[in-house]
């Protein structure tokens, strides 16, 4: 638990900038950056980081308006290896976080403990709005987490397979890249080919004279007379 800070105006106008922008923190341990992992029957994918807040709709909050929700309380997962048999002590394999947003209860500068109780979950009722409050156009906010150790039988050297499954987005993205390549290639193809086509063609130089001799009538060449 940190303790709880007081917010200005311009800070939280900041804040809900970055969110408007979808920045990510990132955390490393042991090496591995963080990942927010989703896991179901159908798809089994990470992301690494995970994101500053949210945006949600009336129909989410229950709000007259869109607003913006800080991610101010973390769920981090450590996955771990032990073998007597083969090491020492435990490998950490696996980094995990579930950010969630919480509006602590706050009294004379302190976290009310009866709010940290249990395991916090995402809920539309308790999450904590980003927006100024009272006179002062501040926010309290208070940062917290909680630590869960989950022993795996995943081994150390298989730890990074995880973060190259990566996400199903990451295919639009491959796509996109190959599109854009394959019309640059044909954009050089066509302009290669049009300065061959269009090239003017080296016509042989002859004299001026020569040239006046065959278009005027009479001219007469004193090159050749000579």
Not at 116 to 122: A, E, K, R, V, Y
Request: with cysteine; net charge positive; proline share 6%.
């Amino acid at each position: 638990v940190c303790l709880p800070s007081k917010l200005n105006f311009k800070q939280i106008n900041k804040l809900r900038n970055m969110i408007e922008k979808q920045y990510r923190v990132n955390m490393q341990l042991d090496d591995l950056p963080v990942i927010m992992h989703l896991k179901t029957k159908a798809i089994d994918y990470a992301v690494r980081g995970y994101p500053l807040g949210f945006r949600a709709p009336p129909s989410y909050s229950g709000l007259k308006k869109t607003e913006m929700f800080l991610y101010n309380h973390l769920k981090f997962k450590v996955l771990y290896r032990e073998d007597p048999n083969e090491f020492r002590g435990v490998r950490i394999v696996g980094f995990e976080v579930m950010p969630v947003s919480f509006k602590h209860k706050i009294e004379k500068g302190d976290i009310d403990s009866s709010t940290i109780s249990g395991s916090l979950m995402n809920n539309p009722k308790t999450n904590l709005i980003l927006r100024p409050e009272g006179p002062d156009k501040t926010l309290e906010v208070a940062f917290t987490y909680e630590v869960k150790w989950e022993r795996s039988d995943l081994f150390w050297s298989d730890r990074w397979d995880i973060y190259l499954s990566g996400n199903p987005d990451e295919d639009v993205h491959l796509y996109a890249v190959m599109n854009s390549l394959m019309i640059c290639l044909f954009m050089t193809a066509v302009v290669v080919h049009s300065n061959g086509r269009f090239q003017p063609h080296q016509r042989p130089q002859q004299s001026s004279a020569k040239y006046m001799d065959h278009q005027v009538p009479g001219f007469i060449n004193f090159e050749q007379n000579q």
